[in-house]
């Protein structure tokens, strides 16, 4: 793996992190989320397709 791509995927985990804070905290009540592992996918999946990447399903 490439610089650039740990880089990218280091930042999107950040940004996710920081946004499901919010949404535990805002949305949940703070509750812990059992589903974090999803939100944290679809957070990620989106924010890729908005910075123009394709998601492939394999």
Known sequence: ???STKELIHDL???AATA???HEAEE???VYDEEWPTW???FMARALAEDGYRI???
């Open 20 to 22: 499901h804070g919010v």
């Open 13 to 15: 985990l950040v940004r």
């Open 40 to 42: 944290y996918a679809d």
């Open 56 to 58: 492939v399903k394999v």
């Open 28 to 30: 949940l009540g703070g």
């Open 1 to 3: 793996m490439d610089d």
